[in-house]
């Protein structure tokens, strides 16, 4: 390509400032900060939701799928506190005794049960100790050999945790990704014009 046709290209193109492009970085880039701030702020609500729905035996599930929903489809919600701790970070520490105490009753009934059970065991192997000095040995020989622990709870019954995406198709994904495109198409401009600058208007 000749020096001519090289200066005609360069009368059709010297209209695109670098500027434009730096403009678009600069309110794109402000817009997506405080499009992932409101991405924060918003998961903020929707996590003290599912802690406030766990303090008062409320709509747990329900709150937890919100968030879920909102957490996986969004930048920057991250639910992580950030002091490096290896638990996940929602543990639903009510529903975790709800579910204990429920355990513990039905502990509670089962050993009830047992004794009974314990008792009318060894009257049968030996009715006719009606003073109960060998059948106390015996009780407590059922029951120990019987005796039941209160099984895990599994800790996905309370504890929780979700993944932000990298990038998101709302306003803070397209605003960092018009960003990125603009500081491309800055630089680009900027050498393009450097180089027209010198190899041809010169």
């Known amino acids: ?25 600069v309110i794109s880039g402000v ?34 799928a919100q968030l879920q929903a909102y957490v996986t489809t969004h930048m920057n919600t991250n639910l992580d ?17 709800r579910i204990l105490q429920a355990q513990s009753e039905a502990a509670a009934t089962d050993n ?7 008792q009318t065991y060894c009257q ?5 100790d009606f003073s109960g000095r060998n059948r106390v040995p015996c009780i407590e ?3 120990e050999t019987h005796d039941t622990q209160l099984p895990t709870i599994p800790a ?15 306003l803070a994904g397209w605003s960092l990704l018009l960003a990125g495109v603009s500081g491309i198409l800055f630089a680009v401009t900027l050498l393009a014009r450097r180089w027209f600058q010198h190899y041809v208007v010169t």
């Open 1 to 25: 390509m000749n020096k001519r046709r090289l200066h005609h290209l360069w009368t059709k193109v010297r209209w695109i400032k670098p500027g434009y492009f730096l403009v678009l970085v």
């Open 31 to 64: 817009i997506c900060i405080f499009a992932l701030r409101a991405n924060n702020e918003h998961m903020i609500k929707l996590r003290s939701a599912v802690y406030a729905a766990d303090k008062n035996d409320g709509n747990v599930q329900g709150a937890l």
């Open 81 to 97: 506190t950030g002091n490096g701790t290896v638990y996940p970070p929602i543990q639903l520490r009510y529903t975790y005794q």
């Open 112 to 118: 009830t049960q047992l004794y009974t059970e314990a």
């Open 124 to 128: 049968q192997q030996d009715p006719v």
């Open 141 to 143: 020989q059922y029951v």
């Open 156 to 170: 996905a019954l309370y504890e929780f945790s979700f993944d932000s995406p990298t990038w998101s198709p709302d």
